[in-house]
C-alpha cells in the first residue's frame, strides 16, 4: 500500500513562492494518477491541480498560470510549483491519488491521502 507525504509548507507574503512535495513510499508513482487539492480554513476541500500518467496536467481556474505539477521518478516525488501566491491560497494542501480515473478535481476519485502540509499567504 502506497503512503504519501507532504511537505514544503510555510508562510510566505503575497507575490511569493513555495514549491510542495508529495513523497510517495510502498509503491512507485512514476506513472501514477495524482493530484493537489488544499482545504481553507471553514470551507470543504477543493482540487487544485492534478496529473496523469503521461505528464498531463489539469488545473483548477483560480490556479492556472500561477501553479505547476510535476514529477520526479528517481525520488518518488510529486511537487506542486506556487508562484505569484495570493492570501486566498492559504489552506492545508494535500496530495492523492487516484483510484482510476485521472485529471479529475473530484475528492472522491482519489482514495490515498497524505497528511497535509500548511500554506500561510499573509497580505
Known amino acids: 500500500q502506497v503512503q504519501l507525504m507532504e511537505s514544503g509548507g510555510g508562510s510566505v507574503e503575497t507575490g511569493g513562492s513555495l514549491r510542495l512535495s508529495c513523497t510517495a513510499s510502498?509503491?512507485?508513482?512514476?506513472?501514477?494518477?495524482m493530484a493537489w487539492f488544499r482545504q481553507a480554513p471553514g470551507k470543504e476541500l477543493e482540487g487544485v491541480g492534478a496529473?496523469?500518467?503521461?505528464?498531463?496536467?489539469t488545473f483548477e481556474d483560480s490556479v492556472r498560470g500561477r501553479f505547476s505539477i510535476s514529477r520526479d521518478s528517481a525520488k518518488n516525488t510529486l511537487y506542486l510549483e506556487m508562484t505569484s501566491l495570493r492570501p486566498e491560497d492559504t489552506g492545508r494542501y494535500y496530495c492523492?491519488?487516484?483510484?482510476?480515473?485521472?485529471?479529475?478535481?473530484?475528492?472522491?476519485?482519489?482514495?490515498?491521502w497524505g497528511q497535509g502540509t500548511q500554506v500561510t499567504i499573509s497580505s
Open positions: 492523492a491519488l487516484a483510484r482510476d480515473l485521472c485529471l479529475s478535481l473530484r475528492v472522491d476519485y482519489y482514495n490515498i
Open positions: 510502498g509503491s512507485s508513482i512514476s506513472r501514477s494518477c
Open positions: 496529473i496523469n500518467q503521461y505528464g498531463s496536467t
